[in-house]
Each structure stands twice: as structure tokens, then as C-alpha cells.
């Protein structure tokens, strides 16, 4: 690749719409942490656990996660994990990222809902000042449990609705389609909460239609599949609703062989609002910088493209407009 092309991408302002916060944790925190809690890891060295994180696929993938997760027991944790995840991110140029955080994830071993979201928006708020992105959270419901522990933890959110934006829908996606929390998502939506969730990652169109027709959602995390179903595509077309497209995590969890397969192009092409995200860093070998490097060098993307796909996360972010506007002047100035 160029050093020119590389260069335009770094300068190039970025917003992270799709990412996990507990996927930014890096084996060396992983270790720290295991250290300073006293958990116990099924890996005897950094290097061993970075070797193991080759995945089948997104199951595969997310024992993994869940597993690695029971390091984050205290406030500091979580802290430290989100602040470590700005730092990197404000030297990729990322001005704004809107976070995923799984609170089932960590009550069901004893983490109290208080304790995650205390150290998660303590970072986020430091974070404001230096390095200086501006964020929002998403709390995801694990779509592999039940709609009652989904209801349950919207309601341990409502008296946190001012520091949590929208609620979105993760985890093993087929066999959980997005109408068994239409409830869960009708409640939310009348507390205020903006909606997202991820479909068409591994699952079916017919997801994508569901979580837009039932749980009304703004944006579509993933979303990939869409392109098996033309009447779909022309909606999303029309509607502009966005797609979070994360193309490193689409690779390693084998939803494309190789980046070359991958339709991000094909779908800027056609019209559709996508976006660069990196979904899960710590495991998936790369940050928002190398998701918009290696698509580039697969798809050989132009600069106006790439140009594109960042005033599309801009776009697609729940920034007010004058900001959105000021990121996309800036992004035109280039
Ligand atoms: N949780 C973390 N990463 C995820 C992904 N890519 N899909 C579904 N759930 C997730
Ligand atoms: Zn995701």
C-alpha cells in the first residue's frame, strides 16, 4: 500500500460505532487483571493466549470472550480496560465512539450492575478531557438468554438512563432471532432509549427485516447477509439505515474467507450507508486503522471511498447534527 494512502487513512476523523468493550481487552491487561483478582487463566503465557485466537466461528469465538471476561470483577477493571481502549483509539484519529458493554456478561458472576457501569462511564467521562473523543454507550442484551433476563436488566439500566444511549442485541445470533425481545425492545423504546442490533452477522435477511420491522432498530449491526435479499437492499438503500460493518471480525469468524470475498465495497457501491468498525480488537488483529487498511489494500477502496466510509460513520453516529457536519467539513477539507 502507499504511504500516501496510508497516511489519508490515519488523518482521516473516525467514528467507532461498533465495539465491545470487552473486546478491547489485550492478553497483557487480561494477564494484569487475572494477576490482580486472582483468576485463574487457561493460558500460560500472553503469547499462548494470543496464539489460541484463531476461531471457527462466532460461537467458537465467543466462549473465548465470555471466558476471558471473568477477569473484570471491580470498578478499577472496567475502568482500566475503557481507558486503555481510548488511548489507543485517539492515536488512530477516532474523534467519537459509541460502546458496546454487556452487563449479563458479568452479573451472572456476582458483578454488580453498578460496579461495571461506574468504572465503564468514569473512563468514558475522563476520557472527554484527555485524549478528548467524545462517546456514548450501548448496552447489548445476550440474545442467547431469555427475553426475562433481557427485561431484567433494562430495568437495573432505567435509573442509568442518562449515561446509556440506546440498547442493542448481541452474541450467538442463529436460533435467537430479534422478535423474541420485541417486549424487552417496546419497553426500552418507551424509557427513551435509542435501539440498535446486531443481525445478518452469521443469521438469515429475514433477521435484518425483523430487528428493523419489530424492534425498530435506528441502525444494523453487521448486517452483511443483507445482500441475499434485494427487496432488503433497496430498503436499506432508501431508508439510509446504517450497517456497522466490522471487516477483521468478519474474516476471523468466517463469514467471508478472505477480505477480497468481502462486500463492504459492493455495498458503498450500491448506495447503502456503511461504516469501518472493529467490533472485538483484542481479538480479532486490528484496531479501526487496520479495519480501513486491510479493506483497502483487499478492495483496493479509492481515497473518495474511504473518504466516504468515514462521513458515513459520522452520519450514522448519534451526534447532533452541527458536530456531525463539522467532522464531515473536515473530512472534505483532506
Ligand atoms: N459479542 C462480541 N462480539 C460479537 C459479535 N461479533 N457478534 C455477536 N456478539 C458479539
Ligand atoms: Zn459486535
Same mark, same amino acid.
Given at each position: 500500500?502507499?504511504?500516501?494512502?496510508?497516511?489519508?487513512?490515519?488523518?482521516?476523523?473516525?467514528?467507532?460505532?461498533?465495539?465491545?468493550?470487552?473486546?478491547?481487552?489485550?492478553?497483557?491487561?487480561?494477564?494484569?487483571?487475572?494477576?490482580?483478582?486472582?483468576?485463574?487463566?487457561?493460558?500460560?503465557?500472553?503469547?499462548?493466549?494470543?496464539?489460541?485466537?484463531?476461531?471457527?466461528?462466532?460461537?467458537?469465538?465467543?466462549?473465548?470472550?465470555?471466558?476471558?471476561?471473568?477477569?473484570?470483577?471491580?470498578? $478499577?477493571?472496567?475502568?482500566?480496560?475503557?481507558?486503555?481502549? #481510548?488511548?489507543?483509539?485517539?492515536?488512530?484519529?477516532?474523534?467519537?465512539?459509541?460502546?458496546?458493554?454487556?452487563?449479563?456478561?458479568?452479573?451472572?458472576?456476582?458483578?454488580?450492575?453498578?460496579?461495571?457501569?461506574?468504572?465503564?462511564?468514569?473512563?468514558?467521562?475522563?476520557?472527554?478531557?484527555?485524549? !478528548?473523543?467524545?462517546?456514548?454507550?450501548?448496552?447489548?442484551?445476550?440474545?442467547?438468554?431469555?427475553?426475562?433476563?433481557?427485561?431484567?436488566?433494562?430495568?437495573?439500566?432505567?435509573?442509568?438512563?442518562?449515561?446509556?444511549?440506546?440498547?442493542?442485541?448481541?452474541?450467538?445470533?442463529?436460533?435467537?432471532?430479534?422478535?423474541?425481545?420485541?417486549?424487552?425492545?417496546?419497553?426500552?423504546?418507551?424509557?427513551?432509549?435509542?435501539?440498535?442490533?446486531?443481525? !445478518?452477522?452469521?443469521?438469515?435477511?429475514?433477521?435484518?427485516?425483523?430487528?428493523?420491522?419489530?424492534?425498530?432498530?435506528?441502525?444494523?449491526?453487521?448486517?452483511?447477509?443483507?445482500?441475499?435479499?434485494?427487496?432488503?437492499?433497496?430498503?436499506?438503500?432508501?431508508?439510509?439505515?446504517?450497517?456497522?460493518?466490522?471487516?477483521?471480525?468478519?474474516?476471523?469468524?468466517?463469514?467471508?474467507?478472505?477480505?477480497?470475498?468481502?462486500?463492504?465495497?459492493?455495498?458503498?457501491?450500491?448506495? #447503502?450507508?456503511?461504516?469501518?468498525?472493529?467490533?472485538?480488537?483484542?481479538?480479532?488483529?486490528?484496531?479501526?486503522?487496520?479495519?480501513?487498511?486491510?479493506? $483497502? $489494500?483487499?478492495?483496493?477502496?479509492?481515497?473518495?471511498?474511504?473518504?466516504?466510509?468515514?462521513?458515513?460513520?459520522?452520519?450514522?453516529?448519534?451526534?447532533?447534527?452541527?458536530?456531525?457536519?463539522?467532522?464531515?467539513?473536515?473530512?472534505?477539507?483532506?
Amino acid at each position: 500500500m502507499k504511504d500516501d494512502l496510508k497516511t489519508f487513512i490515519h488523518n482521516l476523523p473516525k467514528a467507532e460505532l461498533h465495539l465491545h468493550i470487552e473486546g478491547t481487552l489485550e492478553p497483557e491487561l487480561l494477564f494484569v487483571l487475572a494477576e490482580r483478582n486472582s483468576v485463574k487463566l487457561p493460558y500460560t503465557s500472553i503469547e499462548a493466549a494470543r496464539k489460541t485466537y484463531n476461531f471457527s466461528s462466532l460461537q467458537d469465538f465467543l466462549n473465548t470472550y465470555y471466558q476471558c471476561a471473568r477477569v473484570l470483577l471491580h470498578e $478499577q477493571d472496567f475502568y482500566d480496560l475503557t481507558l486503555a481502549y #481510548l488511548k489507543r483509539v485517539a492515536s488512530q484519529n477516532v474523534r467519537h465512539a459509541e460502546i458496546f458493554f454487556d452487563p449479563q456478561t458479568h452479573t451472572a458472576h456476582g458483578v454488580a450492575f453498578e460496579t461495571m457501569l461506574d468504572g465503564i462511564t468514569g473512563a468514558l467521562q475522563d476520557g472527554k478531557r484527555e485524549p !478528548g473523543i467524545s462517546s456514548e454507550l450501548i448496552l447489548c442484551f445476550l440474545r442467547d438468554l431469555s427475553a426475562k433476563s433481557a427485561m431484567e436488566t433494562l430495568r437495573q439500566a432505567l435509573p442509568y438512563k442518562d449515561c446509556i444511549i440506546a440498547v442493542g442485541l448481541d452474541s450467538s445470533e442463529i436460533g435467537n432471532p430479534p422478535g423474541k425481545f420485541r417486549e424487552v425492545f417496546d419497553l426500552a423504546r418507551t424509557e427513551g432509549f435509542l435501539c440498535v442490533a446486531h443481525a !445478518g452477522e452469521e443469521g438469515p435477511p429475514g433477521y435484518i427485516r425483523e430487528a428493523l420491522d419489530i424492534l425498530k432498530v435506528v441502525r444494523i449491526d453487521h448486517g452483511v447477509k443483507c445482500q441475499q435479499d434485494e427487496t432488503l437492499m433497496q430498503r436499506l438503500i432508501d431508508t439510509q439505515i446504517p450497517l456497522t460493518i466490522c471487516p477483521l471480525s468478519n474474516i476471523k469468524l468466517r463469514i467471508f474467507d478472505k477480505m477480497r470475498d468481502h462486500n463492504f465495497k459492493y455495498l458503498l457501491e450500491r448506495g #447503502l450507508c456503511v461504516t469501518i468498525n472493529s467490533d472485538d480488537p483484542a481479538y480479532f488483529g486490528g484496531y479501526i486503522e487496520e479495519n480501513y487498511i486491510d479493506l $483497502q $489494500q483487499a478492495l483496493e477502496l479509492t481515497r473518495e471511498q474511504l473518504a466516504q466510509a468515514a462521513k458515513n460513520s459520522f452520519t450514522a453516529s448519534f451526534l447532533g447534527d452541527t458536530e456531525k457536519q463539522r467532522y464531515i467539513d473536515e473530512i472534505d477539507r483532506l
